[in-house]
């Protein structure tokens, strides 16, 4: 199937706790209305757009491109995610990790001032960070892999910033850690 997913009720999708699954096959997602909650999201597409009204977990996921998750709440990443493009996190709460990661393009993260901290482990492959502006603490660890910045990118982050990996090269020159920085 090759449709693209795109619901758009006048206020959003309200099934606050109940699980929702979409598989739009070579298609898109966008589920991009503000009042949308849902239960575990669990998608299956090319490219995927999630605006929550609420915290997000994210359940098994498969996209040949992009993710972009916004959320007026906490991320938690409850099933593993293999993502080919960019990943754009944007929380206003933690941004937690409980299964793997793959991600074949940047991981750009932002949580809002003093709201929360992420956490996120791509351990055994090439992790590239893009824009990051995080309230709390960012900890990121790629363990038999590396960790690198996207050109022009910043790394902001409130607390401490913490990168574990086998070759770690952060060099952007508008990067601001309000902690301590352990590499």
């Known amino acids: 199937n090759s449709t693209p997913i795109s619901p758009t009720p006048p206020a959003g999708w309200a099934l606050d706790s ?7 096959g070579s298609a898109d997602i966008t589920l991009d209305n503000s009042g949308n909650t849902f239960g575990t999201l669990e998608l299956t597409g090319a490219n ?38 960019n990943v754009s996190l944007n929380a206003a709460g933690e941004i937690t990790q409980a299964a793997p990661l793959v991600i074949g393009g ?5 949580t809002t001032v003093n709201a929360g901290d992420v956490s996120i482990d791509n351990s ?15 900890a990121v660890t790629a363990t038999g892999g590396t960790v690198t910045q996207a050109l022009d990118s910043a790394i902001q982050v ?16 508008a990067n601001l850690v309000g902690g301590t920085t352990s590499l």
Do not use: H, R
């Not at 109940?18 to 739009?24: E, M, R």
């Not at 055994?124 to 960012?138: C, F, H, M, Q, R």
């Not at 401490?160 to 952007?172: E, I, K, R």
């Open 18 to 24: 109940a699980p929702v699954t979409l598989d739009a």
């Open 48 to 85: 995927a757009t999630v605006n929550e009204a609420a915290a997000t977990d994210l359940g098994t996921s498969n996209l040949t491109g992009d993710l972009a998750l916004t959320s007026a709440g906490g991320i938690n990443f409850g099933g593993p995610l293999s993502a080919q493009g």
């Open 106 to 110: 940047n991981l750009d993260a932002a």
């Open 124 to 138: 055994g492959t090439a992790t590239t960070l893009g824009d990051s502006e995080v309230g709390g603490n960012y």
């Open 158 to 173: 409130a607390g401490d910033l913490t990168v574990t990996a086998d070759t770690v090269d952060l060099t952007g020159a």
